[in-house]
């Protein structure tokens, strides 16, 4: 008798042990295929909109390289190192969702989107005729992203990638304001947005907890040249309709 009870707890122990919930970690509600994820959370604008950041924020970084290279200002280096991070955290959420990388095996200034490369090398161009041409533009590229970066963070996006898009426009917002004191600085003329309405860009630059990324060693190179990049207007609009 005692045997056969002592039997009968065990038996209970076991059941209870098999129907313990257990906390699942935050990778593990996720199915483990990529592939898997993309095709079941993504629509095709989304996944066109990852890739086409991924190639826009490299542009950004091999544009500042090698305008920074050309002026020695470090407000380019400064804020190409963050333009790495912003790529990188892009390409992150391509390997998560499975999409091909456009930029995985292309050399600086080199890009996979044919309106990315035409823009890349006609701002390089214009930003090597001045250093207030390159600061110029240097800031359009910055309101470019910024636009961009609103028109894809639609409200179903899943929510790594609304994260990771909210913290970019962030960084742009912190990067155009840099940009526009080196202009100002150099130039001693007020710096007129070239894609932001006056609207969006006043509540940028009136912003709380302004950044100052990149500010440094102010006014180097030859101060108060023309050709303030004001010609690349435009371009960005055509290629945000992509």
């Not at 391509?94 to 309106?115: H, Q, W």
């Not at 006609?122 to 001045?130: E, I, M, N, R």
């Not at 994260?163 to 970019?168: G, H, I, M, N, W």
Request: some cysteine; hydrophobic content about 40%; proline content about 4%.
């Amino acid at each position: 008798m005692r045997t056969a009870m002592i039997v009968l707890l065990l038996i209970t122990m076991l059941a209870g042990c098999a129907v313990a919930p257990t906390s699942a970690s935050p990778s593990s509600v996720l199915p483990s295929d990529p592939a898997t994820v993309a095709a079941t959370t993504l629509s095709q604008e989304q996944r066109d909109g990852l890739v086409f950041m991924r190639e826009e924020e490299k542009l950004a970084h091999d544009l500042y390289i090698a305008l920074g290279a050309a002026w020695n200002l470090p407000v380019f280096s400064n804020i190409a190192a963050s333009e790495q991070t912003h790529t990188d955290a892009v390409k992150t959420l391509l390997e998560r969702y499975g999409i091909a990388d456009p930029a995985a095996s292309t050399a600086p200034g080199v890009f996979s989107d044919p309106a990315l490369q035409a823009l890349y090398n006609d701002l390089l161009a214009q930003g090597k005729t001045s250093v207030t041409a390159a600061l110029s533009i240097g800031a359009a590229v910055e309101e470019i992203d910024i636009l961009d970066l609103r028109e894809r963070a639609t409200n179903d996006l899943p929510a790594d990638i609304a994260r990771v898009y909210s913290q970019l426009e962030a960084a742009s917002e912190n990067h155009l304001r840099a940009f526009v004191s080196q202009y100002e600085n150099q130039t001693g003329t007020s710096y007129e947005p070239q894609y932001l309405s006056m609207a969006e860009y006043t509540a940028i630059m009136e912003a709380a907890g302004q950044g100052n990324q990149g500010q440094g060693n102010q006014g180097q190179g030859n101060q108060g040249q023309g050709n303030q990049g004001q010609g690349n207007q435009g371009q960005g609009k055509e290629r945000r309709g992509q």
